[in-house]
């Protein structure tokens, strides 16, 4: 170790580096012909240019832009047809990025924002870039006369979005996951902005109490904005919701190894997250909420890219939140668990466990309440009795003369949460005094313990909950 730290700096760093070859000379030279780009019987373009699109972060496509009346197309190399076509009615605006901190340093570069995804585009030079910007700008301005109505521009707005859902730009980033024996896809519901740019977290670390109410905050207040959102209200105003979209955008850049695992604070923030993830995905639900029929494909493929690693509604549940307590027992759909290959994920296991979070999580499954409820670290212990109570007042049922009592699903799938203690025991804590004598009652002779059965459907959407209320 000793020798290692004496070693020179300037040749380590320097090994690294080397001269341009002559395709770092060539990059994003020439025109059309260099790529082998044909657009014959494409139409007349407007302007034709050599970029590089960010398909993510840390990978840039060398392509052709071709502007044309209407759209900007996208020609791979080697190719007549464009594989990305931008219309311009969805074009919100055209910006360029400030030089600093990019992938690309060196390359000016412009960002193209639509309803659901910001295109990042680099170029040769500061001219190439400007005369772009022109060209597109003003072509952006002689279609945008062709737009009739303002209600007409919204709708289109909020279809791109919808439709952009199921494709979210970076299919090939992450690996498919395993659903049903199948590989399916993941969809990441907040990769609107690269991570270079989205704003930092940029809260005082030395303060380390401070640093995690500030991460809960932030989480707080994006799950407040989630679930104000509604099917109804979106089409009134989508510009509130791609905002929306830009603040889940900042999640990739989280820092997630900052969460104390072992407090409150981690438990608040990991399950204001999955309700924030879960109400994202049932609004952009193209084919409408799922069902018990396709859950399992719900919850396992729609994500959150957060902290430079990505997590599916499945994975939060089963790997981070319920990480270190007991496997469910026996689960089936609306209950869906992560994938035999997702245990890697339990790195990320919450040591903070409580077997009320049975009755405070919502899966959206109709049998269920849509309200939802922002936890907070402050609070937790009040918020978290205050749902059970409310929650198990709600779904127990006592019969007397058929000598049955009636439990939630959840009762039957997590049994093995409530330690030792048998589930009804745990429950009675939580019941008002009148049912709570009426199950004592009951349990003084041989009864019959049932669970209530889960739904077919799920709720369009989550709402915020103020105040519990129970019969």
Known sequence: ??????LPAKPLFSAHFAAPS??????????????????????????????????????????????????IDFFAPLSN???????????????????????????????????????????????????????????????????????????????????????????????????????????????????FDCDDFTFQKNEKHLYQLNLCSFVENLLEKALSFSLENLMNNPKDFVRFLDETSRLRTFPLNSIDKSGTSGFCIFVNLYHCLLQHALLLATGGPPTKKNVMHFMRTHCYEIGGDVFSLAELESCVIRGNLPKPYYPKPPFVTAPKKSRGYLAYALEYVDARLCFVLNNGNKVNSPLVTILKPSTLNTQMTSLSKCFLNNHIKIELSKKTVTLPKVCDVYRNDFDERECINFCLQFLHEDKRLLLLELMQSVFTVRYEHSSDQFHTNLKLQNECSHD
């Not at 170790?1 to 004496?6: E, G, L, P, R």
């Not at 289109?156 to 498919?176: F, L």
Request: contains cysteine; proline residues 4%.
């Open 81 to 195: 047809k464009a594989h990305l076509s931008i219309p311009f009615y969805d074009i919100q605006r055209v910006r360029r990025i400030d030089e600093g901190v990019h992938p690309l340093p060196g390359y000016p570069l412009l960002s193209i924002e639509t309803s659901w995804k910001c295109h990042y585009l680099a170029f040769k030079s500061n001219d190439v870039r400007q005369k772009f910007l022109d060209i597109i700008n003003k072509a952006i301005m002689a279609d945008s006369e062709d737009m009739n109505t303002r209600d007409e521009w919204k709708a289109r707005m909020w279809q791109s979005v919808q439709s952009a859902a199921d494709s979210s730009g970076e299919i090939t980033k992450w690996a498919p996951i395993i659903s049903f024996k199948k590989h399916k896809q993941r969809i990441i519901l907040n990769s609107r902005r690269i991570p």
């Open 22 to 71: 002559d395709i770092d000379l060539c990059f994003l030279s020439g025109g059309l012909v260099e790529l082998g780009v044909d657009i014959a019987g494409n139409g007349n373009p407007l302007g034709e240019y050599i970029v590089a699109r960010a398909l993510w972060d840390s990978h840039w496509l060398e392509e052709a832009s071709v502007i044309y009346e209407s759209s």
């Open 1 to 6: 170790m000793s020798k290692m730290q004496t």
